[in-house]
Nanobody
Framework: QLQLVESGGGLVQPGGSLRLSCAAS????????VGWFRQAPGKEREGVSC????????TIADSLKGRFTISTDNAENTVFLQLNSLKPEDTAVYYC???????????????????WGQGTQVTVST
């Protein structure tokens, strides 16, 4: 059974940075894509970025390009989300999710993902 555990969230001032980690266990193949999503209070969950383990191809929400970067350490089955130039509107619970599929590109539709972590809180405030 695939399990995902997020870490790295916290309180940061505007303009600061955080690096979120998503450690995956229970699988050992390239047939996965992993995505990061976030949900702010009172708002719907939105896709942030995703990456395929097969070829490392990434997708990122247009509004976040230039500030957020997704990467993987395949040997450790870990996916990272680097958050830079953080703004108060980035405050949310950030979730990682995975789907078991052999694909060369991923999408940011949460309905496509089967496995979800518990989330990590990111708060951007003075």
């Amino acid at each position: 059974q695939l399990q995902l555990v997020e870490s790295g969230g916290g309180l940061v001032q505007p303009g600061g940075s955080l690096r979120l980690s998503c450690a995956a266990s229970g699988f050992s193949s390239l047939n996965y894509a992993v995505g990061w999503f976030r949900q702010a209070p009172g708002k719907e969950r939105e896709g942030v970025s995703c990456i395929t383990f097969l070829n490392g191809r990434t997708t990122i929400a247009d509004s976040l390009k230039g500030r957020f970067t997704i990467s993987t350490d395949n040997a450790e089955n870990t996916v990272f989300l680097q958050l830079n130039s953080l703004k108060p509107e980035d405050t949310a619970v950030y979730y990682c999710a995975a789907r078991n599929i052999l694909i060369t590109s991923c999408v940011l539709r949460d309905s496509e993902y089967t496995y979800w972590g518990q989330g990590t809180q990111v708060t951007v405030s003075t």
